[in-house]
């Protein structure tokens, strides 16, 4: 079975500052991770995904993540806060034998950027 | 906008009533996804079609219930409603029947169950 955590439900950083939202993965089988950012009263939208080959995925709005098999990690981040950051991010992950599709998310964190 | 549109974006029930949620997937894209978020639950994956066919089943209840329909669009039966319903449901899309491709959200329907 997958699974995801996130270390810290919310986060506070100041503008211009390093964003480091901490994802943990759990996986019987080669693991595909996501990171959705989800705004104020909207849905969530696709940040970035690994599948297979480059470990460090570059998104949208300036953020990355790597992923790294041996710490069983996909940490986002991005170099300098904005405030248009502040949202809640989710990390997941999907995997699965015999056509099993489900995508599994993490409870998100909060991220606030202060002035 | 993502291209996927759920109605209503608000409703208020009583606990024991039955509801219907309906999403329409982006024009093109074949599977629809299900979810419930709630504050101490988080996002849950209720269930996915494809192309009119239940595909995957996530922690969906046995009160709950969803279809997809020829042209596409589905619809989220919830019954007997109790107070713990009380969530954001998020209808979502993709291309094909894998999940690992991008999943496009809609904006939600705020259930309230009184």
């Known amino acids: 079975a997958q699974s995801v955590t996130q270390l810290g439900s919310h986060v506070s950083v100041s503008e211009g500052a390093l964003v480091l939202l901490r994802c943990n993965y759990s996986?019987?089988?080669?693991?595909?991770l996501f990171w959705y950012v989800q705004y104020p009263n909207q849905g969530l939208q696709l940040l970035l995904k690994?599948?297979?080959?480059?470990?460090l995925v570059k998104g949208i709005n300036g953020f990355e993540a790597e992923f790294k098999k041996s710490e069983t990690s996909f940490h986002l981040t991005k170099p300098s806060a904005h405030m248009s950051d502040a949202a809640e991010y989710f990390c997941?992950?999907?995997?699965?034998?015999?056509?099993?599709?489900?995508?599994?998310f993490g409870i998100g964190t909060k991220l606030q950027v202060i002035p | 906008d993502s291209g996927v549109t759920q109605t209503p974006k608000h409703l208020i029930t009583a606990t024991g009533q039955r509801v219907t949620l309906r999403c329409s997937p982006r024009?093109?894209?074949?599977?629809v996804y299900w979810y419930q978020q709630s504050l101490d639950q988080g996002l849950q994956f209720l269930i996915q079609?494809?192309?009119?066919?239940?595909?995957a089943k996530g922690n969906i209840l046995e009160r709950f219930s969803a279809q997809q329909f020829p042209d596409l669009h589905s619809e989220l039966n919830l019954s007997s409603l109790e107070l713990g319903d009380s969530a954001l449901y998020f209808c979502?899309?993709?291309?094909?029947?894998?999940?690992?491709?991008?999943?496009?959200f809609g904006p939600g329907t705020r259930l309230t169950v009184l």
């Open positions: 997941a992950v999907r995997g699965g034998s015999g056509g099993y599709q489900k995508v599994t």
């Open positions: 024009s093109g894209d074949l599977s």
């Open positions: 979502a899309s993709s291309r094909d029947r894998s999940s690992y491709n991008e999943q496009f």
């Open positions: 079609y494809y192309n009119g066919e239940e595909r």
């Open positions: 690994y599948t297979t080959g480059a470990t």
């Open positions: 996986s019987s089988v080669p693991p595909y």
